[in-house]
């Protein structure tokens, strides 16, 4: 039979002739197989009669072994009963004697299901197994009754990835996930399974002992210290992580294996993380203590989670510290630096040009007629007159130089490492700037803002004081003048 365009290949698990299924939109490609020969070719789907065993116990077993979507064909009323009991959810079952009325849509069904099971096994961030599916293969493992080779669990935990989501972000802190999935997916072939268990967690099952199992996860802790994250085009980050590597072998549930599995996590935390802790190291760690196991976990794990909070809170305290020093420095209206700022930024700029002779120029700008403006369109068309003018003069100076709010309508820019000649340059720009804007009232009227600007260098014989008075009587001259212009 040739292979059909996007076909939908079915293994035909019995001695009965193909079937013609009616009403499917679907294009099945039918291939009749045998027990023997089931496992040798790819199929999309499997369809098993029963009456192919001998047995429902050897068609129970071939069914397990199987991870396709299966439709699985009864004749009686009591074999389907038999074989839902261990049929899986998603997969079917279709009766002999209606066979080409339903087996179309038996198949379609059981295609679907899968395929919505394998979604939701799935994690959404990374695209490697979820702990759904880690969870469900840890039962499986535990609970079988074969003779396996030893199985060694790899569990593998970001050290201070909160730090990431905090300072960096969230969508920083989810492309850094995605990459480690990546290298894990790299690096663990010949794994049973790559899960990412939740936040910043994964795990890992591979065939071999526990020194295997801890070489191996040498091996990926190395990985993630030496690779470099990229944040963005010009900085990146590096990261560690701390591993547990413990034998699925022995534990007689899967709670008893991630309490151990645990045990290893906060073990490697509490010796300084970037380490990898197998249960057997574990065990002798508390061992030396003399103490019971559980007693020496719950140790690491109060030191761990003090550790934790004691960053939390200098973190939290840092970061409130940074408010309320934007807040002192600030003014709330215009967002530009305040008058407190403004006195310790200039005696600072003085005492640099004291002591490295570093020349220092301010611009004193004062809006001509605000008082005007407040009268004829209010005080809230007043403030926004104020927000704009400062964002024209943040807009039209350099990097290094300040904006700072003076006082009422009156603003002052500092300019470190500038001469009177330069300063008026950068003052006529923005007193053009300036009055060419326009602003619209509340009332929908629109009118011009002008300013009279003051440009002072500094002297030698200048101090705060004085150097500030000198702006203000340039000021002063160029509203004299007929204000809209520049004076120095």
Known sequence: MNKQVNAIRVAWCSSLDLPQPI???????WMQVDIST???????????????????EQAQYIYTNISLPIVVLVETIEQEAAVLCWLEAGDETCKLDAIDQQIGLRLQRSIWHNQQKHLFSLDKLTGIANFRKFNDYAIKLLTSNEEVEPVSLIYLDIDRFKFINDRYGHNVGDQILQEIGQILQKYSLGASIVARTGGDKFAICMDGCMVQGKAFAEFLRTQIETHEFKLNDTSS????????????????????????????????????RNRVVTSEEFEAIADASGQDKLITDFEHRIRVTAERMISEMVLKASRLANKYRIEAE????????????????????????????????????????????????????????????????????????????????EFCIVMSNTDLNTGCQIAERIR?????????????????????IGVVELMAENNLVSFLQQASDKVRAAKKNGRNQICF
């Not at 009403?23 to 490609?29: K, T, V």
């Open 23 to 29: 009403n499917i939109p679907l294009d099945f490609e």
């Open 38 to 56: 089931l496992f040798e070719q790819d199929f999309d789907v499997i369809v098993l009669d029963i009456k192919a065993f001998e047995n429902l």
């Open 237 to 272: 980050v590096h990261l560690t992580a701390s591993l547990g590597v413990v034998t699925m072998s022995g534990h007689s549930s899967v709670e008893q294996l991630w309490q151990e599995i645990n045990q290893c996590i906060y073990a490697a935390k509490q010796k300084g």
């Open 330 to 409: 600030h003014d709330g209206l215009t967002e530009v630096f305040n008058r407190r700022y403004l006195d310790r930024l200039l005696a600072r700029e003085i005492e640099k040009y004291h002591k490295y002779q570093q020349r220092l120029t301010i611009l004193l700008l004062d809006l001509d007629n605000f008082g005007e403006v407040n009268r004829t369109y209010g005080f809230p068309t007043g403030d926004q007159a104020l927000k704009t003018a400062a964002n024209i003069f943040t807009t039209h100076i350099r990097a290094g130089d300040w904006v700072t709010r003076y006082g009422g309508e």
């Open 432 to 452: 053009l700037a300036l009055s060419e804007e326009i602003i619209t009232a509340y009332n929908g009227q629109q009118f011009h803002l002008t300013t009279s």
